[in-house]
C-alpha cells in the first residue's frame, strides 16, 4: 500500500533509500523510495535492516523504526508499535531471525521464543510463526540458523500479501452480490455500498493489503462504488487512528462513527454489510477480534445485515473448538481513562477523560460465536463459520 503516494509494508527490509532516522510527517509526500520489497530474498548478513512503521504515532507521525534484536520485537509487539494478529506473527518471525544473528545457540533459540511468545496472548497467529520457526531451526546446525530463519521470516511475509490478496479477491466478489442485491451501482452514479468495519484489520495489521480491508481496496480499485463507516474502536482508537489515516491514504471514501452508533446505522439500512478481521478463530468457528466486535455482530443479526469474518488459515486455531477457551488480553487501564491527540496548535498530549482515580477495566478482545457470522472470507473462498463447513474448505 503507499504512503503518500509510495508503496510501504508494514514491516519490511530497508532498502538503500530507507536510512535510520527517516522521518516523515503523516500526509506529507514521503521520499524514502520503495520500501515495500528491497531485500525480501532474505540474507543473513549484519547489514539486515528489519523495519516496522511505528503505529503508536499515527496518524499523527509517520516513522519507521528498526528493529535490531528479539528483544525489540518482543518490545514492539507488547507496546503495539505493530499490532493486528498477521502483523504480529511475522515481526515474532523477525524476532527470532534477529535472535540467531546474534547468538544461534539452543539457549537462545528458546530464550527468543520464549520472550516473544509471552507478549500478546490473543493472536493465534503469534503461536503459529513461533511454532513454525521452532519446527524448522531445532533441526538446523546452528551455523544455518540465521539463514534459515530470515529466509523462514521473508516467506511468512510473502505468503501474507498473497493470503490477503486471495481474501480480497473473494470478498470482492461477495460485495459485488450484496451490492446487486441491495441496487447499489457498481462504478456507476447512485449510492455505494456501505461497509462497516472496526478496530484495524487493515494492510498496517498485516504485512500488506490488510484482511478485512483487502475486499474494500480490491472494489476501491475495480471502481465498485464504496463507502466505509469506521468505528473509532476505543480504547485505543484503531480505527480512528489507523483505519481512516490508510484508508485516506487509499482514496477510499469513509466516516468514522462512535462506537455506538453502529447499531443505529444499521436499524436505518445505512450498513449493507459488516466486514472484520479476527485474532483467534476457533475450528468450530468462534471469532475472537477487537472489543466490540460481538455487539456488531449481535446488532447485524437483530438488523438482518450480513457480518463477515476475514479470517486467513494462520488465524484459525484448529486445536481449540469453543471460544470461551480463547484467553482474553487484559491490558493497561490507563489505555481507557486516557486518551492520546493532537491539541489545536498541533502538540500531541495525553490527556485523563475520567475523575481522578476512576477504576477501569481494559479487556482488549470479545468472542463472536460463530452462529452469528454469516461467513468466513479466507483465502480458500467463503465458508459458514462452523467446524463442518470450515474443516471441508480446509481439507481437514
Ligand atoms: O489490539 P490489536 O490492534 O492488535 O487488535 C487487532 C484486531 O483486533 C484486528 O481486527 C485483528 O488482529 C485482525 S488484523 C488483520
Not at 441491495?182 to 452514479?189: D, F, P
Not at 443505529?264 to 475472537?288: C, E, F, N, P
Not at 486445536?319 to 491539541?343: F, H, K, L, N, Q
Request: negative net charge.
Amino acid at each position: 500500500m503507499k504512503v503518500g503516494g509510495v508503496p510501504y509494508r508494514a514491516i519490511f527490509i530497508a532498502g538503500d533509500q530507507v536510512t535510520a532516522g527517516d522521518q516523515v510527517t503523516a500526509g506529507d509526500q514521503v521520499t524514502a523510495g520503495d520500501a515495500g520489497t528491497a531485500g525480501y530474498a532474505g540474507t543473513a548478513g549484519d547489514a539486515m535492516d528489519v523495519r516496522v512503521i511505528d503505529q503508536t504515532l499515527l496518524p499523527h507521525r509517520f516513522e519507521t523504526m528498526r528493529l535490531e534484536s528479539a528483544a525489540d520485537a518482543a518490545r514492539a509487539i507488547r507496546d503495539m508499535v505493530v499490532r493486528g494478529a498477521p502483523l504480529i506473527g511475522a515481526t515474532a518471525a523477525y524476532g527470532v531471525a534477529l535472535a540467531m544473528r546474534a547468538d544461534p545457540s539452543d539457549a537462545s533459540l528458546e530464550r527468543a521464543l520464549t520472550g516473544l511468545g509471552g507478549t500478546r496472548p490473543t493472536a493465534v497467529n503469534l503461536v503459529w510463526a513461533l511454532d513454525g520457526a521452532r519446527a524448522l531451526l531445532r533441526g538446523l546446525p546452528a551455523a544455518e540458523r540465521a539463514d534459515a530463519a530470515f529466509r523462514f521470516a521473508a516467506r511468512l511475509c510473502e505468503e501474507d500479501v498473497r493470503t490477503n490478496r486471495s481474501i480480497g479477491g473473494f470478498g470482492l466478489e461477495l460485495f459485488r452480490e450484496i451490492a446487486n442485491r441491495a441496487g447499489a451501482t457498481v462504478g456507476g452514479a447512485g449510492r455505494s455500498l456501505n461497509v462497516l468495519t472496526h478496530c484495524n484489520a487493515g494492510w498496517l495489521a498485516t504485512v500488506d493489503w490488510g484482511t478485512a480491508t483487502a475486499p474494500v481496496y480490491r472494489a476501491h480499485d475495480e471502481g465498485l462504488g464504496i463507502h466505509v463507516w469506521v468505528c473509532e474502536t476505543r480504547p485505543r482508537f484503531q480505527g480512528a487512528g489507523l483505519t481512516a489515516w490508510e484508508l485516506g491514504q487509499h482514496g477510499v471514501p469513509h466516516t468514522l462513527v462512535s462506537d455506538g452508533a453502529a447499531g443505529y446505522l444499521m436499524s436505518r439500512g445505512k450498513v449493507d454489510v459488516v466486514i472484520v478481521g479476527t485474532d483467534r478463530t476457533t475450528a468450530a468457528g468462534d471469532v475472537a477480534n477487537k472489543v466490540g466486535t460481538y455487539p456488531l455482530a449481535l446488532a447485524a443479526r437483530d438488523n438482518g445485515v450480513p457480518f463477515y469474518v476475514a479470517a486467513p488459515s494462520p488465524s484459525i486455531d484448529w486445536s481449540m473448538e469453543d471460544g470461551t477457551g480463547i484467553p482474553i488480553e487484559e491490558r493497561d487501564p490507563e489505555e481507557v481513562t486516557r486518551v492520546r491527540g493532537v491539541d489545536d496548535e498541533g502538540v500531541e498530549r495525553r490527556v485523563r477523560v475520567t475523575p481522578e482515580g476512576t477504576r477501569a477495566a481494559n479487556y482488549a478482545f470479545d468472542v463472536t460465536p460463530g452462529r452469528l457470522v454469516t461467513g468466513l472470507v479466507t483465502e480458500r473462498g467463503v465458508c459458514a463459520a462452523d467446524g463442518a463447513a470450515m474443516r471441508g474448505l480446509f481439507g481437514r
